[in-house]
């Protein structure tokens, strides 16, 4: 059975996965739209600064995390001058580092689906009248809402996922900041623990698996899986 500190673990890291990708699906899909339909200098600099959490370790995120959002970082003190607060070892801090590690899979979703829309369509719908915001809302958003659907369910999976920026950034504090990973680890450590990791092990798994039949099946509406790599 799953024990009621068990549960709100579990609710912890829905609370945390579900705010860190509302947060950055508006910055995903503004990421994705540029380098979908934009030419600029310095567009490939911009693709590799937005992917690079996927390649770098996390620890090193959390540390570059930790470093912008410290009282003495440039992130940190705006947020103590402005509104007296602190991310750190808070759950809104664990909110940061796993949006940010969700930000490369969400914008490749995105780009993907915008990608696949024929432009002739919007193209067309500028020869009837219609403004470029227009066109863009009538044609262009609603055929790329899948991709959408799809980078929001993968964004979740893999902000419910997050350890090593996390635990960099903002620590394992019980009750705060530990999110389904970082009990499992904590369990790990614990003589008598393998029972509590199985449990939450399964429904990570379980969590995950849902976040990823979920979105290959509103990827494949757009005509083609999403490739995350």
Request: proline letters at 7%; a positive charge; glycine letters at 8%.
């Given at each position: ?12 890291t829905?609370?945390v ?32 600064i ?6 770098v370790?996390p ?6 995390l ?11 003190r ?18 940061i ?19 696949a829309?024929?432009?002739r ?5 500028r ?15 609603p055929l ?8 929001t ?8 996922g ?6 960099t ?21 614990r ?10 092990a399964?429904?990570s ?5 849902v ?8 990827a ?10």
């Amino acid at each position: 059975m799953i024990t009621p500190d068990e549960w709100a673990i579990v609710r912890l890291t829905l609370l945390v996965g579900g705010v860190a990708v509302a947060a950055t699906l508006p910055l995903a899909f503004a990421l994705a739209f540029v380098l979908a339909r934009v030419r600029f200098p310095g567009k490939l600099l911009l693709d590799g600064i937005v992917h690079l959490p996927l390649v770098v370790p996390p620890v090193v995120t959390g540390w570059m995390l930790l470093l912008a959002f410290a009282p003495s970082g440039p992130l940190g003190r705006l947020l103590q001058q402005w509104f007296g607060a602190s991310v750190l070892f808070r759950w809104t801090g664990a909110a940061i580092a796993a949006g940010v590690m969700a930000l490369p899979l969400m914008v490749r979703a995105i780009r993907l689906s915008i990608e696949a829309v024929d432009r002739r369509l919007e193209q067309a719908a500028r020869t009837l009248g219609a403004s470029p915001a227009r066109a863009f809302a009538t044609i262009t958003l609603p055929l790329s809402l899948p991709g959408i659907l799809a980078a929001t369910t993968l964004g979740l999976a893999r902000a419910i996922g997050e350890f090593g920026a996390t635990i960099t950034f903002v620590s394992s504090v019980p009750g705060e900041t530990e999110t389904l990973p970082l009990a499992i680890y904590a369990a790990l450590q614990r003589p008598g623990g393998d029972a509590m990791v199985w449990r939450l092990a399964a429904i990570s798994v379980a969590l995950a698996l849902v976040a990823l039949v979920a979105s290959e099946a509103l990827a494949r509406r757009t005509g083609r899986g999403v490739n995350v790599l």
